[in-house]
């Protein structure tokens, strides 16, 4: 899988827009673009993912940049339960037998009241 | 409440000591995981099964022993542990066969030490 890179942490006040950056210069056309987080003391949950067009559900928007070399999962309004490691994971469509993701070091979003 | 339940929650084990953790998931997936996590490490990919078949064994050593019996169970048994193999394990599983695209749910994790 192609490799993606992240900040090591960011901070964030409460109630304002977040945005997580991840670069992936080494995308390839059937790569899709995943973001899971992790909660203290919890496994991963998963956030979104894309393949070329920005994406939105409830909880959080993801804005794919036209050549795919980054992106950027915003959180509208960050509230204390947001405080979480992001991870932007890339994973080919037509790989194996499984939906296996290789993570990162993500990044660390800290939220201040 | 992610519908993956793992148990125990937290494990302590000698190394000559033999347990085994459970992983049961009650979403009607069809591919279950095993991931590691050890202290200011990635998650490391341990095992995959697709369709109750082992598909991925990522250079784990012997002394780690998935089991898949059915889709909705996964076991790691483990036998003569070493300190280092003290982590966060986390089982994990999805809906195979969409192109990939599918999400995966994880369990709360099972915490072990090795003493």
């Known amino acids: 899988d192609a490799k993606t890179t992240q900040p090591n942490s960011m901070e964030s006040n409460e109630e304002e827009p977040v945005h997580l950056p991840c670069n992936h210069s080494t995308i390839s056309g059937t790569d899709y673009i995943h973001w899971y987080r992790q909660l203290p003391s919890q496994g991963p949950e998963y956030v979104i993912h894309g393949l070329t067009s920005n994406v939105n559900n409830r909880m959080a928007s993801l804005a794919i940049a036209e050549d795919r070399k980054s992106s950027t999962l915003i959180l509208h309004r960050a509230t204390l339960r947001d405080a979480a490691v992001y991870y932007c994971i890339l994973r080919d469509g037509w790989g194996n037998a499984g939906n296996m993701l290789t993570f990162g070091g993500g990044t660390r979003l800290m939220v201040k009241p | 409440e992610t519908g993956v339940t793992q148990t125990p929650r937290h494990l302590v084990m000698g190394m000559t000591n033999k347990k085994s953790l459970k992983c049961e998931q009650h979403l009607g997936h069809n591919a279950m995981y095993w991931y590691k996590q050890s202290a200011k490490k990635p998650l490391e990919l341990m095992f995959v099964?697709?369709?109750?078949?082992?598909?991925e064994n990522n250079s784990v050593p012997s002394r780690f022993s998935p089991e898949c019996p059915n889709s909705s169970h996964l076991f790691l048994h483990l036998h003569t542990l070493q300190p280092e193999d003290s982590a966060l394990y986390l089982c994990?599983?999805?809906?195979?066969?969409?192109?990939?695209?599918?999400?995966?749910?994880f369990g709360e994790g099972s915490r072990l030490t090795v003493l």
């Open positions: 994990a599983s999805s809906q195979d066969g969409t192109a990939n695209t599918g999400e995966l749910f």
């Open positions: 099964y697709s369709l109750e078949e082992r598909v």
